[in-house]
């Protein structure tokens, strides 16, 4: 059996640092989520946010747009939060309606404030090498191995999914660490070929049970990002059941990447608020 990862209390302790932290500042640091229609899934990633937020002591203003909004009145809202001293962070929160110009609205985002990381700027940025605010969820499964004293150099790290705000961002931080990297996305031919040869593997896909226990060789360790909504129950893209029997490590799903990428957004919220201070 396995040891397997408890997110919930690795995201916890984190929490609690920032929030000793903040006991001793006198203005706090405030983010404003942006969020455009109904989305059920996104209303429950919101809703998590902010109680993080509020818990450790950092201001959350939702900014909700009726979908039929112009998305010149949303730049409009992006760019006077842009300019408010009182906000350090700024989320557009995604998926947004598909009559909307997502880039776009992103790239409104000044990079300062950018604490999911995916203005192009910031994404330009990581693919240097150079220092910048890195999305949360890539920060997450970072976190997590790193707390769990992976080795990564020299590493076979096997990515299931391109998307950008996990595997290609993971991608990056990966080489940066010496691991030797293969991505593979849904038009990837024998799939299991290359998760045989993972020492890690990282599934983001958002397919329900894609990882089987057959696809992974003994020892393996895995980190379950995809999410799944399945009659209001959450899942991820690993067979947990089976797959534990044969990993040395990994993550459940809820439980695992979800809770640290909330943690890592209050990071990422910290590192803006303290650069603003300097
Ligand atoms: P994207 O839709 O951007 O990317 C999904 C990727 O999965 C694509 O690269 C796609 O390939 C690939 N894919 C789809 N089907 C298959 C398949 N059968 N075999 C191999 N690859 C496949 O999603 P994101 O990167 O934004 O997110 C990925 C998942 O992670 C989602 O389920 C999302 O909900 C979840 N997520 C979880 C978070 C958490 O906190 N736990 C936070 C953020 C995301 P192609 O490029 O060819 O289309």
């Known amino acids: 059996m396995s040891n397997i990862v408890n997110g919930k209390e690795m995201s916890e302790k984190i929490l609690n640092e920032v929030k000793q932290e903040l006991k001793f500042e006198m203005i706090k640091p405030s983010v404003a989520v942006i969020q455009i229609g109904n989305n059920s ?13 509020e818990d450790v002591g950092i201001y959350f203003r939702h900014h909700q747009f009726e ?19 009182y906000v350090n962070g700024i989320i557009v929160q995604l998926p ?11 790239n409104s985002i000044i990079n300062s404030k950018d604490v999911d990381g995916l203005t192009d700027i910031n994404a330009g ?29 020299g590493k076979n790290f096997v990515i299931v999914g391109r998307g950008k705000l996990v595997g290609r961002p993971l991608m990056e931080l990966m080489l940066e660490r010496d691991a030797t990297v293969t991505i593979c996305h849904s038009k990837t031919e024998n799939l299991s070929e290359y ?13 329900n049970n894609l990882i089987t226990a057959e696809m992974v060789k003994k020892g393996v360790i895995v980190i379950d990002v995809g999410i799944n909504f399945e009659e209001g129950k959450q899942s991820g893209d690993v067979d947990f059941d089976s797959v534990s029997k044969k990993a040395s490590l990994i993550t459940p799903n809820p439980g695992g990447v979800g809770p640290m990428t909330v943690a890592m957004l209050i990071k990422n919220v ?9």
């Open 67 to 85: 979908a039929g909004t112009s998305e010149l009145t949303i730049v409009n809202k992006i760019k006077e939060l842009n300019n408010d001293d």
């Open 270 to 278: 910290m590192t803006c608020f303290r650069n603003k201070k300097k």
């Open 41 to 53: 899934a996104s209303d429950k990633y919101v809703s998590n946010k902010m109680k993080a937020c």
């Open 125 to 153: 940025r990581l693919i240097h090498g150079k220092k910048t605010l890195i999305p949360c969820t890539a920060m997450a499964v970072m976190e997590i191995l790193d707390q769990n004293n992976v080795e990564l150099s």
């Open 195 to 207: 998760t045989k040869k993972a020492d890690i593997l990282v599934s983001a896909t958002g397919i």
């Open 96 to 106: 947004v309606p598909s009559n909307y110009n997502e880039k776009r609205l992103i």
